[in-house]
């Protein structure tokens, strides 16, 4: 069994396309264990287990756009590394921005990493490749409590 088999991904994007790009990037990274929510309010439901999600296993691992409407990645971000419940969950934003003034506002609220979304379709997978490597098979990631989250 490799490590990849055990890491459970939530992303959280609303774009479709971009949404299916992921996905298969993923796939092919022989990650299975991928849910995917499109908007803010809806991560947090699955998050808190509400809802529909209330049987949802957490994850090891988020992938957040910080581009979201209604509620931001930001605010999402925020929520979840401000929680005890949550905070040891690794959250890797996915950012069209360039802007250092927006990246430095995400690792202020304990982003664990921002990757820029490039343009180009080939570069995007190699990221993606890169980062399914280091995440999911150099580091350890936290094995979350289920029964604490609970509590």
């Known amino acids: 069994m490799s490590a990849q088999d055990n890491v459970e991904i939530l992303l959280i994007e609303d774009n479709p396309a971009d949404i299916r790009l992921i996905m298969e990037i993923l796939d092919n990274c022989k ?8 908007n803010g309010i809806t991560a947090m439901d699955y998050l808190y287990n509400k809802n529909e999600y209330k049987n949802c296993k957490k994850p ?19 929520e979840i ?7 040891c ?7 069209g921005s360039t802007d250092n003034t927006n990246i430095n506002k995400l690792y202020k609220q304990y ?13 995007f997978k190699k990221y993606m490749c890169t980062f399914i490597e280091f995440w999911c098979n150099i580091v350890t990631l936290p094995k979350i409590d289920e029964k604490q989250l609970t509590e």
Do not use: F, H, M, R
């Open 31 to 38: 990650i299975t264990n991928i849910k995917s929510v499109d």
């Open 111 to 123: 982003a664990n990493a921002c990757i820029i979304k490039p343009i180009d379709l080939d570069d």
């Open 60 to 78: 090891s691992l988020i992938l957040l756009d910080s581009g979201l409407p209604a509620k931001s990645g930001l605010k999402i971000l925020k």
């Open 89 to 95: 969950i690794p959250v890797i934003i996915l950012t």
């Open 81 to 87: 590394k401000t929680d005890d419940k949550l905070k």
